[in-house]
């Protein structure tokens, strides 16, 4: 298991491997903010509809905090078309 060549977490050390109910495995690294500290997060599945704003808010209280999330998961290429059922990372909030 790999980290992809151009994410920013390509010289990171995986910490453990994530399984999801269809048995799709991701790479976990903690990954350290320079205002945040150690990051650790839960999986959040993307509904139809979402946006990252509203989800922001639903976790955060404030829509403007949407680039936590997009940050924690830098295989999305796009955003804005993120399908339902994918799981995302979201970022706890000390």
């Known amino acids: ?48 509809g979402d946006r990252l704003d509203i989800v922001s808010y639903q976790f955060y209280r404030t829509p403007h905090l949407w680039y936590l999330i997009a940050e924690a998961n830098p295989e999305i290429e796009d955003i804005q078309n993120i399908p339902a059922g994918y799981v995302v990372r979201v970022p706890k909030r000390a």
Do not use: H
Request: cysteine-free.
């Open 1 to 48: 298991m790999s980290i992809y060549k151009s994410s920013r977490y390509a010289d990171s050390e995986i910490d453990y491997l994530s399984v999801v109910e269809n048995g799709d495995v991701t790479p976990v690294v903690t990954y350290e903010f320079a205002d945040l500290d150690r990051m650790s997060w839960i999986d959040y599945t993307w509904k139809g």
